[in-house]
Nanobody
Framework: QVQLVESGGGLVQAGGSLRLSCAAS????????MGWYRQAPGKQRELVAA???????NYADSVKGRFTISRDNAKNTVSLQMNILKPEDTAVYYC???????????WGQGTQVTVSS
């Protein structure tokens, strides 16, 4: 199993920046994909960004050019640098992870990001 703990959420004004971090423990050597999803009130959870152990990345169109995902395999962490934040980025952000050869995703508890206009 994998345990994920997020940190770094908070309240920020539009145009500001926040950095989210997620620390993994457990079967860390077997983790392939790590990423961030978000869920706003009344909406479905959606992918924000993801990265593989090999360094490939994938971003939602709505965050391209503003958010950057980074991963430290030695420290078993994944981070999300969020710049030029918009009110529509307000959501609970969840870290997730999947093991090599497995379609099951592990989830963190979520961290609230609120962007005021």
């Amino acid at each position: 199993q994998v345990q994920l703990v997020e940190s770094g959420g908070g309240l920020v004004q539009a145009g500001g920046s926040l950095r989210l971090s997620c620390a993994a423990s457990g079967r860390i050597l077997s983790i392939n994909i790590m990423g961030w999803y978000r869920q706003a009130p009344g909406k479905q959870r959606e992918l924000v960004a993801a990265t593989t152990r090999g360094g490939s990345t994938n971003y939602a169109d709505s965050v391209k050019g503003r958010f950057t995902i980074s991963r430290d395999n030695a420290k078993n962490t994944v981070s999300l640098q969020m710049n030029i934040l918009k009110p529509e980025d307000t959501a609970v952000y969840y870290c997730n992870a999947a093991l090599f050869g497995d379609t099951y995703y592990y989830w963190g508890q979520g961290t609230q990001v609120t962007v005021s206009s």
